[in-house]
């Protein structure tokens, strides 16, 4: 279900990027806030997800928690976040439960992707997905007067409780905080550098 949904979002921006460039336009990661992007991969990756679950989950409408309503008791209904390169996600409400954590990184069309914020691409490639449950200390609240509002970001005690279901080694982030804990997986899969890993 998850490969699938990656495959969805992949699929889908990459027909909306052609129909752009072959009327002479952008591509949509350019025309968008950062933000709304990462609202977009979040609502595809929620449709790619519902569509290959054979009925395990269903979407839920846009704007409503979660995003994802299991059919099944004992799975549980699922809340999907969605960062940017190595950023951990926020939301703007402590939504304790099942969590699905999406992160992607913006390269090249050939799968290219050059680490950094200078040289960053216009072509979204998800390089990590993690699934857990997340409890209200898991969350790191901010309601600073004159901020952008009230924040819900996911602490470093909460990304531990995450499992790593999905890695792309080869559109890793750079960042050296972000690298440890992969090591051994890079190990695993004989990945001499972060450039030449293969799909896990």
Partial sequence: MVASGVSFVHRILDALDGTLVANGEDRLSQMLELANLSAIVGNLLRTGIATSSNGRFIANGPHKYPDLLSTEPLVGDLEIKV???????????????????????????????????LTRGKVVWIWEIRVGNLEEHHFSVSNTAGDSGKTAVINAEGFSQLHLVFCSLPHFPSGVKTRRGYDGLMELHGVGSLKQGTLL
């Avoid at 992160?103 to 914020?117: E, I, S, W």
């Fill in 83 to 117: 960062a940017l390169e190595n950023n951990k996600p926020k939301g703007h409400l402590v939504k304790p439960g099942p969590h699905m954590i999406c992160r992607y990184v913006l390269g090249d069309p050939d799968g290219t992707y050059n680490p950094g914020k």
